[in-house]
């Protein structure tokens, strides 16, 4: 039996957290997003807090960027997604959503 994944989504704008929610919500069944963070900051203390099992996560974001976040985890027990919006994050065999 497969069980839910816990979902923390981090991005500094509103409407892309909202889109990226959604997104999970209505293809993903498995996925329960139990947080949304608008900073590095915030979702540090989401992450402590709810021991999500994914981060979707930002790269670009002000005052810490989700790559100097993730660097502070050594050994995290969590996989990451990178959702961004900038291009020269994007590898060539990587479509947006």
Known sequence: ?????????????????AH???Q???TCPSLNVVATASSAAE??????????????L???MPYESGL??????????FYVVFATS???YASSETKSV
Do not use: G, H, K, W
């Not at 979702?43 to 979707?56: E, L, Q």
């Open 1 to 17: 039996m497969r069980r839910n994944l816990n979902v923390l989504v981090v991005d500094d704008e509103a409407p892309a957290r």
């Open 43 to 56: 979702a540090r203390s989401y992450i402590d807090n709810y021991s999500p099992d994914v981060v979707f």
């Open 24 to 26: 999970i919500e209505n």
């Open 20 to 22: 990226l929610c959604r």
């Open 86 to 88: 900038f291009n020269e």
């Open 58 to 60: 930002d790269i670009q």
């Open 68 to 77: 100097e976040l993730i660097e502070t985890y050594q050994d995290r027990d």
